[in-house]
């Protein structure tokens, strides 16, 4: 552990780390599954290893939480330091001060680092929010909450664990600083083979209450003026030349209105983006506004097929007609689509996760996701499935492995009906030429 609070508080400009750590050799997300990660694994065939490999090139964004950090930290006169721990990587600079960004996929790596950190230690983000005894003997200082809402307040919190709260007004943070960023080696592929992309929230947490999903437990539901988002996107693209922008959102359309105000005041700015939306609310007309305005990728959750039990769940998910809808006529727009599923809920078996594997092989989206289903802190499946636990620690919880005995599925068979949904997903003529018609164009306006 690093030096308390009289030594860093003393000096008025300090050199501050924003640091996130990678210990995984697959692709780690860090900003999803509400901010605990994710660490996309398929199995051990060539097949899977090659999908594992490709997947490693399509996405790399920083993390809003430290673009909001350093813009309120160099406001305060600080010196902000961008690092990123990596086996075989740079050490850490020298530094006064150490924010580090807990998730739970990186846990023990994070632990290690903090233990080690000459600098003054603080953990931030959802894991240590959720579970901030696991840093509390390693980190001088914990914060609960949104850090944002300290500002740069931040360094001056006091050892031990500390309540920050949340932001309850998104639109008076200040614009996200990407300058200390290595910005050209952000992607998401999705929306450009080649020109960087960076993400931009307009809302955060989740309005629904799905029982697995850990969005409803680690941030509240907030909206911003699409007026402020839109001078946002204005700004990434004047000051950085940014025309790729990932919007970060779980629920970017809850409301029909406001949607429609985003893709007005986002039509002109010329950019592409990306967004999460639900498909049950998202009309044919509305789709179309979005997709005028620039809407190159789309993601829905389906999860699963048997829609009973989704809302054993407390899932209000969207009907399958309209899940075929929205991707069909989207499809037909040039908008590539992405569907999530997830396997392995309490409720399910091999035979409705044969079905949800038909069904996607039915719809045939751009891309898809194949998640099993994990109980998250804070979630109503922690709770669900407590006492079935499996003895692994916090950074096996990748979203694709198991974590608890299922009642219905045996040992083992959850990673292999894993590995079988993407290899027959993605090795099928029909998807190879789905691909091409969707990426081609893409690509090809990138080399233009």
Known sequence: MGRGLSTVATRRR?????????????????????????VFEVGGSWRARLLERAKTSVAHLPPLTFGYLAAQLEAAGHEVIVHEARAGGPELPSLDALILLSSMVDADAERALLARASARTIAVGAFASARPQLYADVADAVVVGEPEALGADLLAVPDGVSQAGSVDDLDALPFPRWDRFDRARFR??????????????????????????????????????????????????????????????????????????????????????????????????????????????????VESVDRGLLGAQKRKPPRADEVERVVRHAQRRGVRVIC??????????????????????????????????????GTTLEAEVEGRRLPVGPSDHTGFRETFRHPRIGPGRLAALRERAYVSYHYRPRYALRFARHAAPALLADLL
Request: net charge positive; glycine share 8%.
């Open 14 to 38: 300090l050199r501050v780390g924003l640091v996130t750590v990678f210990s995984h050799a697959g692709c780690t997300l860090k900003d999803v599954a509400g901010g605990y990660g994710t």
């Open 188 to 301: 998401y592929a999705f929306l450009s083979w080649r020109s960087p992309a960076l993400p931009v929230g307009a809302a955060r947490g989740c309005a629904y209450g799905c029982g697995y999903c850990p969005w409803r437990v680690t941030a509240k539901f907030r909206e911003r003026d699409p007026a402020r988002v839109a001078s946002e996107v204005a700004h990434l693209r004047s000051r950085y030349g940014v025309r790729a922008i990932a919007f970060r959102d779980p629920l970017f359309n809850l409301d029909h209105a406001r949607t429609r105000e985003l893709a007005r005041r986002l039509r002109p700015l010329g950019v592409r983006f990306s967004a999460e939306m639900r498909a049950d609310r998202l009309d044919d007309a509305l789709l179309d506004e979005l997709a005028d305005a620039g809407l190159a990728s789309l993601e829905i959750g």
């Open 340 to 377: 999530n599923y997830l396997l392995g809920l309490p409720g399910d078996d091999e035979a409705t996760i044969e079905a949800t594997l038909a069904w996607a092989r039915r719809l045939n989206s751009f891309a898809v996701q194949f998640t099993v289903a994990t109980p998250y802190p």
